[in-house]
């Protein structure tokens, strides 16, 4: 039973050094790379380290600076402010926040890293190269929205040509429509007129046509007349012959 104990006792002792010495050695060659300038492999070392590490362990600071080193201004900039809140000394606190101010202007986030450098210098007022910095970050802040300012302002211009370009454009076919419908409103009275010339051409013709039979009827009733004058003709002498012979025939 005691050997049991003391296996246990033994296996938990073994595992617990093994686990601090891997974290440690994470550590010791996390610093090392950074040293060597090799700041990604030291970023992650130490990465690897605060992950090993026991609680009360806190890297945030050493994984910043190596992840600042390192061009990662987004990730520096969570570790320092890790750092930051996890620390209560206030001149730890100016630093770190300092260095969240400074990954910000690295990122061109120059509104956050006035209020950064003003945090900074809520916990050391005294400190010189914060107020630089922060009049800096100011100063590229006015920039900033100065030039963005004027990109709107060229963006808005832009727009506005575009849509006086195609208000251009509809106006131009909205004209071009509106020729056409005049166009073919013009050819309406033509075709108009066409009928009326026709029709105006068919009476004449009609009136000829009319002339014509008027004419023929006319002859017709000369005839007839002509007609009924010689078949009086005849029978007024055959009354004259009985008459003159007293016979009738």
Known sequence: MMRSVFLLALTFTLTSSVIGQSWEDSLRLGKKYYQEKQFDKAYRSLLEAQKLAPSDVDLSQDIGNAAYRNNDFDMAEKAFRAAAIKNDDQSENAKNWHNVGNSQMK???????????????????????????????????????????????????????????????????????????????????????????????????????????????????????????????IESGKNNEQVKSGKKW
């Open 107 to 233: 990122a061109k986030n120059y509104q956050d890293a006035v209020e950064s450098y003003k945090q900074s210098l809520r916990n050391n007022p005294g400190d010189e190269k914060t107020r630089y910095n922060l009049a800096e970050a100011q100063r590229r802040l006015k920039v900033q929205k100065k030039q963005q300012s004027q990109e709107n302002k060229n963006q808005n211009q832009n727009q506005d040509a575009d849509k006086n370009e195609q208000d251009q454009q509809n106006q131009s076919q909205d004209q071009n429509q509106n020729n056409k419908e005049d166009q073919n409103q013009n050819n309406k009275p033509n075709q108009a007129g066409g009928d009326a010339n026709k029709n105006a051409n068919e009476k004449p013709q009609s009136k000829l046509s009319d002339q014509k039979t008027d004419r023929m009827l006319e002859e017709l009733l000369k005839q007839e007349m002509k007609t009924k004058k010689k078949v009086q003709g």
